[in-house]
């Protein structure tokens, strides 16, 4: 009977020690953009690499988000519609920002 080998996939780190994860392993662990990745480190110092699996988010976000839930429900006579100057406003102070949440950070970010 012959030995087959597990598969295997390589990939490079940049000068930022940024990889990008192979499509293989990509599929095998069944990660989408945005999720997060665990690194398990043995004693043996070999590597174990996992997906993370969504936890409750952020604590504090939660909370102020039941506090805004609860306040709407409590008190929705205070819900108004967003004037069109605000929209507008907000509109010219976005106008022309260009946002690429997948691009990779420039060296000013960290």
Known sequence: ???TSAPRAESTLTDRYQTT???P???ALGLSKRDKIC??????GKVWISRVEQQESDP???KFLNFLTQDIEGNPQHI???????????????SGV???LD????DEDE
């Open 98 to 100: 260009d946002l690429d």
């Open 80 to 94: 108004r519609a967003m004037s069109s100057d605000l929209a507008s406003h907000v509109q010219s102070l976005t």
């Open 103 to 106: 691009a990779p950070l420039v």
């Open 21 to 23: 994860v192979p499509d």
């Open 1 to 3: 009977m012959a030995a």
């Open 60 to 62: 504090v976000l939660g």
């Open 39 to 44: 690194y398990t480190i043995q004693p043996n």
């Open 25 to 27: 392993v990509r599929k």
